[in-house]
């Protein structure tokens, strides 16, 4: 090895380094982000990698090599899966590990240097192809870091591997030269990409987290008073009607009181299956909390006895599917709702007029035993 080689090598280690501890105190001092953890720990066995080609041969150094570039392999695989929602496959990314060792320390009992480094090149390629294509799987929004990442993690590995067939077939690489300076813009661009990835899908869960239920996965009541000022807008700029719906299970307490609160989460989760599972594309379903729900309706016509009876056949639908019995843990449970129902009409924009009124109606509907369905006592009121 020549001294610009060696050279080369310490600016890789040197640069993965700084790559490893920066990822691990960003993840120290923001939110726990388990990709830069993984990634850390991954460009760190990077950068001891390169750094042993500096100190000298011996099968005992290349033993370790293999260990630490499998590190790296494994390290970004996994972190390709936190990236989204999946869980880590243990057994089948184990499995993948204890081929590339058997087959890579085979090969150096037979003391085929070639062969090692074109199976290093292989398993490489396999992983980095694997990584780019689950981010690319794994991310419905594909933003444009996203597709620059998963392009480097694809191109590099095949300028590797071409390079590879290229030696064990006596063909000369015309940027053979240019491989370690390669190696250099592959380690530090990928890892800013990977760390801009990370926090993109961070900020994507913070969202989520602040606007979701933790329990049901609905809106929450956050989001509500976003969600009806929305549709107020809309109701006025098309001059159509709309519907605000409150929920409130019947005697819920009495879940709790008699089955327990594990129980009355699992009924609470249900409902909210049921909702979301009956809501069309028009119809947002909302959890406001403890047993209260909530569905605002937009309703594309200018007709009030339209806007009517579409309503009340929502409603319908929903007291139907919150009466079917539910089973859980061995329990039989059957409970029921009273629904409160609010016409939205063009130009009303009182938000909290519209909310006490379909508030107003769902408890008329709670004292009524014999109508849990109720309207509020106008429709729509202008202001």
């Keep these: 090895m020549n001294y610009s080689d060696s050279s080369i090598y310490l600016v890789l280690f040197f640069l993965n380094l700084f790559i490893s501890v920066s990822m691990f105190l960003v993840r120290s001092n923001s939110e726990k982000i388990d990709a830069l953890v993984t990634s850390s720990v991954a460009f760190l066995a990077l950068g001891i990698y390169f750094f042993m080609f500096t100190i000298g041969e011996s099968i005992y150094i290349n033993i370790f090599q293999h260990v630490f570039i499998g590190i790296y392999m494994t390290g970004i695989v996994v972190c390709s899966i936190q990236q989204g929602k999946s869980e880590v496959p243990v057994n089948k990314i184990l499995l993948f590990m204890m081929v590339y060792f058997a087959v890579t320390i085979n090969f150096m009992i037979m003391r085929s240097s070639e062969v090692v480094f074109f199976m290093d090149s292989l398993f490489l390629f396999l992983s980095t192809i694997f990584s780019g294509l689950t981010i690319l799987y794994e991310c419905k929004n594909r933003k444009y870091s996203k597709i620059i990442l998963v392009t480097i993690m694809m191109v590099f590995p095949c300028f590797i591997i071409v390079k590879e067939i290229m030696i064990m077939t006596d063909y000369k690489f015309i940027f053979d030269k240019y491989t370690n300076l390669i190696w250099v813009f592959y380690c530090g661009l990928l890892p800013l990409l990977l760390t801009i990835n990370s926090f993109e ?24 008073d976003i969600k009806l000022n929305e549709l107020s807008y809309v109701v006025t700029k098309k001059s159509i009607y709309g519907a605000l719906i409150f929920i409130d299970l019947d005697k819920f307490k009495e879940v709790n009181d008699i089955y327990g609160h594990i129980i009355g989460d699992k009924v609470l989760r249900m409902v909210a299956s049921r909702l979301k599972h009956i809501s069309r594309k028009n119809e947002i379903p909302i959890r406001l909390g403890g047993d209260e729900f909530a569905i605002l309706l937009e309703i594309s016509t200018s007709s009030s006895d339209e806007a009517y009876n579409v309503s009340t056949k929502l409603a319908e639908r929903i007291e139907k599917i919150i009466e079917q019995h539910l089973f859980i843990d061995g329990h039989e449970l059957r409970i029921s709702a009273s629904i409160g129902i609010h016409i939205i009409s063009p130009n009303e924009v009182n938000i909290e007029n519209i909310v006490e009124m379909a508030d107003s109606a769902m408890y008329r509907a709670k004292k009524n035993e014999a109508a849990h369905i109720q309207f509020s006592s106008g429709i729509g009121v202008v202001e």
């Design 201 to 224: 899908g961070l900020q994507k869960r913070l969202l989520d987290d602040s606007i979701t239920d933790p329990l049901t996965h609905l809106y929450n009541r956050r989001i509500f």
